[in-house]
């Protein structure tokens, strides 16, 4: 089909814009990158809560914990273990958890309910501990074996009160539950289909649980590093007592086993990343110790 110059069809153009409306749109995008910055949030960066932690409920976890804790507690007294509550350490350990329990809430609104307490064991082992829904342990020997100071067990406390903040037991249990769920009904097929022996898949099942574990346990490790640093930093603590704590535990843990054999980052490794991620917390820590 042919159309003659004789035709009333017309040539339509389009109006161009105004050229005044580049710079206002680059305006507009320029004011609402700095709006985004200056609400963007401060501190470490952790990304969010493991998806795997959903599959087990939160409250199934907690009340578990607190019975534990209970039970701990009981014979941790029928042994005399116990530490009370006007021990001077107690009441240092108490005095630091009022400090950063108030910047936990942010990470968890679960925490907000939490009955948190604080408790000291009479033991030699290096060890604390923070279990879901804010029931806190600390032993003995990590105080007198590290001699910690005020900042120090804030790094640890910190860190252990992470690990109930980030629902990292929460998670592994999800883990574990599709792990082995996974691995079983793998293991039914094959028994099926080829006559394995089902106790064989069984037991690869296990050691595919104990695999899974052992790569996230290094992930929550670090993790539960940072949140910690910066729960710290926020009560007032000096972030940089995590570089002096590592290097503590390092002297205190010679001959412990490579960083791939264990669920825990080597102290060269924690130490690197600590350093790394004390310019997103010092702010944090000037500004707490202005107040």
């Not at 290096?126 to 342990?137: Q, V």
């Not at 972030?239 to 669920?263: C, D, H, I």
Request: charged share 20%; net charge positive; with cysteine.
């Amino acid at each position: 089909m042919k159309f003659d110059s004789g035709s009333d069809c017309q040539h339509r153009v389009t109006p161009k814009r105004p050229v005044w409306w580049m710079p206002l749109m680059a305006l507009t995008f320029s004011l609402f990158a700095i709006a985004q910055d200056a609400y963007a949030r401060e501190g470490v960066d952790v990304g969010n809560t493991s998806s795997f932690a959903k599959l087990v409920p939160a409250e199934q976890v907690e009340r578990s914990a607190a019975q534990q804790y209970l039970q701990m507690l009981t014979q941790a007294d029928s042994k005399r273990a116990l530490a009370p509550k006007d021990n001077a350490q107690v009441q240092r350990l108490r005095a630091i958890a009022q400090k950063i329990i108030p910047f936990a809430l942010e990470w968890n609104p679960r925490a907000r309910n939490w009955q948190w307490e604080v408790n000291l064991i009479g033991s030699s082992q290096i060890n604390a501990y923070c279990m879901p829904g804010g029931k806190i342990a600390f032993y003995t020997g990590i105080l007198q074996q590290l001699q910690l100071t005020d900042d120090e067990v804030a790094m640890v406390m910190g860190h252990e009160i992470a690990h109930a903040l980030r629902e990292h037991a929460r998670e592994r249990m999800g883990k574990s539950a599709v792990t082995h769920g996974a691995a079983r009904i793998g293991g039914a097929l094959a028994a099926s289909f080829f006559g394995i022996d089902p106790r064989l898949t069984d037991g690869i099942a296990s050691g595919g649980a104990n695999l899974l574990t052992l790569e996230f346990g290094r992930e929550d490790e670090s993790e539960a590093d940072l949140v910690g640093m910066e729960l710290a930093a926020r009560a007032g603590f000096d972030p940089r007592a995590g570089v002096t704590l590592w290097q503590k535990m390092g002297a205190a843990s010679k001959g412990a086993p490579p960083q791939w054999l264990s669920t825990h980052p080597s102290g060269k490794t924690r130490i690197a990343e600590i350093q790394a991620n004390l310019p997103k917390v010092m702010p944090l820590y000037e500004r707490a110790r202005a107040r």
